[in-house]
């Protein structure tokens, strides 16, 4: 499991946009980095906890990338297309679930990113 301490260390020193790591309270960044790694296990096969450990960095990304969802991006994860408010649409296709760093990080993997 990622160490909490050593996220806090890497969101202080080398992200510079990591607001909705700092502003979060332990308990929740600490759900966040569990997320995150079961996810990337879950996507990343190659991957095995007692084998072949994820890198640390890969699994701080994404737990980053989870907290700065919003409500709308969580919505599409359900089946939502498309939302309307006052004439403002916004339509959700496309939406990754990996962040774009931990793809940097761990490669493209061969495939699509489906469940």
């Known amino acids: 499991m990622a160490d909490l301490n050593r996220a806090n260390t890497y ?46 960095e890969a699994v701080f990304e994404q737990a980053l990338w989870l907290l700065g969802m919003d409500e709308t991006v969580r919505k599409s994860e359900q089946g939502v297309k498309a939302v309307s408010v006052s004439g403002l649409s916004i339509t959700m296709e496309g939406i990754r679930r990996i962040s774009p760093e931990v793809i940097a990080i761990l490669g493209r993997r061969v495939g699509r990113y489906a469940d």
Do not use: C, G, K
């Not at 990591?18 to 995150?36: G, I, Y």
């Not at 079961?38 to 084998?51: A, E, H, K, S």
């Open 11 to 56: 969101f202080a020193n080398n992200v510079l946009h990591n607001e909705e790591w700092v502003t979060r309270d332990n308990s929740t960044r600490q759900r966040a980095l569990l997320s995150a790694e079961t996810q990337l296990y879950r996507v990343f096969r190659n991957y095995q906890p007692d084998i072949r450990p994820l890198p640390e």
